[in-house]
């Protein structure tokens, strides 16, 4: 089994950045691919983007240009660097290795206007 814990989330201004990290624990040689989702209130859980095991990464159109993934195979860590955030970018964050159903608990961002 894979643990996931993420962290780094808070209260951030509008236009400010947040860098989110993910630390994956366990038998971590069966993670391959790794994705951000977030769930905003009210609202169902949406991706945010992924990377796979060669470092390619995609994003949702909302954060195109303004989030970065990124990973670190040797420490098992997974990020989630977050520019110019918006106040519509508050959510619980989430990682996830969704091809063996491995979810965090979350952690919240919130973006004041």
């Known amino acids: 089994q894979v643990q996931l814990v993420e962290s780094g989330g808070g209260l951030v201004q509008a236009g400010g950045s947040l860098r989110l990290s993910c630390a994956a624990s366990?038998?971590?040689?069966?993670?391959?691919?790794m994705s951000w989702y977030r769930q905003a209130p009210g609202k169902e859980r949406e991706r945010v983007g992924g990377?796979?095991?060669?470092?390619?990464?995609n994003y949702e159109d909302s954060v195109k240009g303004r989030f970065t993934i990124s990973r670190d195979n040797a420490k098992n860590m997974l990020y989630l660097q977050m520019n110019s955030l918006k106040p519509e970018d508050t959510a619980v964050y989430y990682c996830?290795?969704?091809?063996?159903?491995?979810w965090g608990q979350g952690t919240q961002v919130f973006v004041s206007s």
């Open positions: 996830a290795s969704p091809l063996i159903g491995s």
């Open positions: 366990g038998d971590t040689t069966c993670i391959s691919g």
């Open positions: 990377i796979n095991s060669g470092g390619n990464t």
